[in-house]
């Protein structure tokens, strides 16, 4: 009898041992897909990081492009989410390898906060700033990527190879002629194809139509009510999104700024114009990476 009770106590042992191992709720684990912890607090703190130029030719990308890769960051496994930023049309490369080409990506946005010692997002992350430049295959000029979504889709595909990413964490934002581009990528295909959590076009040409084929991604569109025609497509944008049926999950928010022209990003990407916009819209109410931390992608 007494051999029966401690096979049946011990049994009971291993069961609860299993039980609690199997309901732990830490976030800092292991993601199922090879890699280390994806959970924004498990990042050691960027104390200063490196911002590497790789010009046409010497990676396997398409395109050139600054990478910021944060402190810490070669000293732990652990993935991090990506930013992506679009440059304008001024910023455009000419498929040469020369570095002063390049560096052009480096005069507005994060990547000019970067290079000023001014970026200080709430988590660290991985800031990428690829380069643009016609191939001679045609498309839109006046947009990033030329209105070809393979050209970013194909260069997201090669960061995730190149760098550790949390995949539920890419993020996407652009100015002008590259916010044109963040609007062409999120409406010109099925959002379960484009990898990203969420989208901040900057000052940018907005489409008139296919809302619904990004009507899960998180929306925040940047514009001055000076600026046309963006202004006006902006809203044109803005309304039909929101107005869609069935609803899509997360309302666009627009931000618009009273008496301003086309440059809105030195004050977005900044943060300094935070607590400002037309009360008709949405304010700016925090910063845009404490905006694009609170998603994440559910696949």
């Not at 897909?33 to 046409?56: A, F, I, R």
């Not at 070809?148 to 194909?154: A, G, I, R, S």
């Not at 002008?176 to 194809?193: A, P």
């Not at 990004?214 to 009510?225: L, S």
Request: aromatic share 12%.
């Amino acid at each position: 009898m007494n051999k029966f009770r401690k096979i049946c106590f011990a049994f009971l042992c291993v069961s609860m041992l299993v039980l609690v191992n199997g309901c732990s709720d830490d976030e800092g684990g292991d993601d199922g897909d090879g890699g280390g912890s994806t959970d924004l607090n498990d990042l050691p703190e960027d104390t200063g990081g490196t911002h590497t130029p790789y010009v046409v030719g010497s990676t396997s990308a398409k395109f050139g492009y600054y990478v910021y890769l944060p402190g810490g960051y070669n000293d732990v496994t652990a993935k991090y989410p990506l930013l992506i930023f679009l440059h304008g049309k001024g910023e455009r490369g000419t498929g040469s390898n020369e570095l002063s080409i390049l560096n052009k990506v480096l005069s507005h946005g994060p990547p000019k906060l970067i290079k000023n010692g001014q970026w200080d997002p709430a988590h660290p992350m991985i800031v990428v700033s690829p380069q643009f430049h016609d191939d001679g295959t045609g498309g839109n000029e006046n947009n990033w990527g030329a209105g070809k979504v393979e050209n970013l889709k194909n260069f997201i595909l090669y960061l995730k190879d190149t760098y550790r990413i949390n995949e539920k964490r890419i993020y996407l934002t652009g100015l002008s002629h590259g916010g044109n581009g963040v609007f062409d990528y999120i409406c010109l295909q099925d959002e379960s194809l484009t990898m990203l959590a969420a989208a901040a076009p900057v000052a940018a040409y907005a489409p008139k139509k296919n809302f619904e084929r990004c009507d899960t991604t998180p929306i925040w569109v940047f514009v001055g009510d000076k600026d046309e025609p963006n202004f006006t497509q902006c809203k044109l944008f803005y309304n039909g999104y929101n107005a869609q049926s069935p609803a899509p999950k997360y309302q666009a928010r627009m931000t618009v700024f009273n008496d301003a022209g086309h440059d809105v990003w030195t004050r977005t990407y900044s943060g300094s114009a935070i607590g400002t916009g037309d009360p008709t819209y949405n304010e700016f109410d925090m910063s845009l990476t404490d905006w694009m931390f609170q998603y994440e992608r559910s696949e």
